[in-house]
């Protein structure tokens, strides 16, 4: 994803006729703001001066301050909104300093066509390779964009270094709280394609990890939609060696870092092999049905397979969780993982594997958010659910470190509320309700589990949308509290009195005198 800024003033245009790309952020804003500030500092400095000899040279000197630009003012300013991939739309905005997002909407929908019936399918981030934030109809980008720094010192680990360099970009995206049952009810081809663009993206990106079956049946449905389909072999072949593999599938699986490695490993058989398979999927794809089937039954049959995967529509977080302790010094470390959050849950991906190491529906949870204690000490997102050790039901807790802990924490219990307020009160659930047939894998279905007010055991199966329970560095305490002193989380309380049934256990808050196991 290329960072580029909020505000532009000189433009050059790609081979598409699009803006691309602006002048930096910092650089825009910098010297036109910095500029302003001095003089306005300097004629102010004169003005106090000067009135102690003489009253008139102060009047004219504060005619010069009036004068002065101000960042709200109703010159129009040139302003850049990215799009998921390597457009963006340009703006032409009257007082960009006290814009607001809901402003900036009209402006976009009208920019893409987009009609008012999917208004709240998108909204706007700010987003750099350290943060992303998506924002609310209140917030003023601009002013938001001159406090990025201090967001990062606040939310991130980067360096002093990385932070005074790093620009955010303001992108039109999926609304996480959007449903993705209303998704799929989209007629208008250009909201659709917006959606697809951002979907290929993540699974390109690995940021969505999915099994080979998947990632290869939606390598062949972006090939059929770019190319179109009923090519012959020497041109789909020919095709594809133009595009690449990495255009169709994701990074990690089509080798895009290269190098000696991917060399000595054998990454041109590697590499045969895929483009062998992709083209086997897109000739099904040409071949199925006598009627061709439309740009938006394909867009709706590629956004279709990509609900099938849990943390589709998540807001992702960074953090670090422990290892567990291996070798004969029994020495452990962290592993960085992504936690993505939606309105049906929470998961947590091993960034290095491309995997899930754990999902849970809100039903399966219970979470609280810890402060640091002293220096060094992290914020800590909990994460208590049901487990099992030696065939004993206990409960276990996961940490989850990171700085946005709290940005976590509030997400989750924004999205609680929001489906419960959906749900009516009643215990039917509608959207993201997952039925037996549609459960995330490596959750247990079955009539043993919430029947008895339990909540459904996870285990593993090979699938990398599975949970791996067994590789997560846990606390595990069990029902009668022998072994460790029990307290109610602050939230996790409340939000059990919504459940259905109350839960059979107890939820903890975590002394210093817990041990990992």
Sequence with gaps: MSVGGFLQNHRRVNHRG???????????????????????????????????????????????LCRLPSVCSPAAQDVLVYLVGDSAVHLCVE????????????????????P????????????????????KPKHQPYKLCRQWQDLLYRFTEASEEDISQDEPSLQYRRNVFYPKSKELQIEDEGVLRLLYDEARVNILAGRFPCDPETWMGLGALSFAL????????????????????????????????????????????????????????????????????????????????????????????????DKPAQGILYRAG????????????????????KHVLLGLRFSELSWD?????????????????????????????????????????GLIEFCVELRSAAEGGTTTETDGAVGPSHQPAGQAGGSGGEGNGRRGKLRRQNSVVCSRVHTLNTISYVDNGKEIKRLKPKRAASFFTRQAQPPTYSAVQVQESLEQQ
């Design 226 to 321: 770019e190319l179109g389909i009923g090519l012959d072999d020497q041109k789909a072949t020919a095709a594809l060696r133009e595009k690449k593999l990495i255009s169709f599938l994701p990074v990690h699986v089509s080798g895009g870092g290269g190098g000696l490695f991917s060399t000595l490993r054998g990454k041109g058989g590697r590499q045969a092999g895929l483009e062998h398979n992709l083209l086997e999927e897109y000739r099904k794809i040409s071949t199925s049905g006598s009627t061709p089937l439309e740009p938006t039954q394909r867009l709706r049959q590629y956004l279709s397979t990509c609900h099938s995967l849990p943390y589709y529509g998540c807001a992702f977080f960074s953090g670090e969780i």
């Design 18 to 64: 699009e803006v691309w790309p602006p002048q930096s952020p910092a650089v825009s804003f910098l010297l036109s703001f910095s500029l302003v500030f001095t003089i306005f500092n300097i004629v102010l400095y004169l003005c106090v001066f000067s009135y102690l000899e003489d009253p008139r040279l102060c009047f004219a000197l504060m005619l010069v």
């Design 334 to 353: 962290r592993k960085a993982v992504n936690v993505g959050i939606s309105l049906e849950g929470v998961y947590v991906i091993d960034v290095k594997e």
């Design 95 to 114: 007082g960009v300093g006290c814009v607001s997002v809901q402003e900036l909407g009209h402006s976009v929908r009208e920019a893409l066509h987009i």
């Design 369 to 409: 958010h810890s402060y640091p204690e002293g220096e060094g000490d992290s914020h800590i997102l909990w994460l208590e659910f049901d487990g099992e050790e030696a065939g004993t039901p206990v409960n276990k807790l996961l940490k989850i470190y990171s700085k946005q802990a709290e940005l976590m924490s």
């Design 116 to 135: 008012d019936s999917a208004m709240d399918v998108f909204a706007f981030w700010l987003c750099s390779p350290l943060l992303e934030l998506q924002l």
